[in-house]
């Protein structure tokens, strides 16, 4: 059964920094990786074995953002961009393992094919409808990526639409529900395509460094690689803590 994704009351968030929230991509032999985006399944299980050892449970991102309103610590937040397919057989069951959860960012519009936008390293697989819906099933959070690994500040205003509106539309379809999140390719994004997200209903947006945009619609992330291990695990921690305290008087992504 799928996990419960709607919309979190997350505009106030009851803690004095933004969450944290870890970023993946593809799970797999990490050789031919120019991009570091490819961690490896036995080193995913030790870095969730870490975030265990140290009282943290990962979790999807709508989850995330309602334990934060209700108050409740221990949580962080896990995401896999691009909606790749090895994570089914690579990334699911040492998630489970872990008695955790993540959210699975996914591409609509490319269904079954690869990371074309990649011009470097080899082609991987993307997950096919059925592939999206068995994600849902095992209990993760589906979220929307756009529909084809855009950079939506480059976009005329009717594709940015087809981007965050369409693709909205296209997973209710696949999986029977809409998603409540969406993220950034490359991590970027400006006012005007946060406002395309808010228009289009979602409830939360990630992006990597969201820079003077703030709040549930640009929720700042930290990029994890297979090089990551406990001692840099714990730098990128406290780095997060340092740069992301919520405060007054910057420009807030969920404010029109």
Known sequence: MATDTSPPPARALP????????????????????????????????????????????????????????????????????????????????????????????????????????PLGPRRPLLTGEGIRTVAAAGMEVGSHGLLHRDLTELSDGELRQETHCSREALHRVVGEAPSGFCYPYGTADKRVVGSVREAGYAYGCALDPGALSGPLALPRTHVSHADRGARLRAKEVRHRLRHRSGAGRERGDAG
């Open 15 to 118: 803690f004095r920094s933004q969450p944290w929230i870890l970023t993946y991509h593809s799970v797999g032999d990490p050789a031919d990786d120019p991009y570091g985006i490819t961690v490896s399944s036995g080193r995913l299980d030790e870095q969730l074995t870490w975030l265990r050892r140290r009282g943290l449970t990962g979790v999807g991102i709508a989850e995330l953002l309602r334990a934060r309103a209700a108050g409740k610590r221990g949580l962080v937040g896990l995401t896999f961009d691009d909606g790749y397919a090895d994570f089914v057989d690579e990334a699911l069951p040492v998630l489970l393992a872990h008695g955790c959860t993540a959210t699975v960012f996914v591409l609509p519009g490319r269904p079954g094919g690869s990371n074309v936008w990649d």
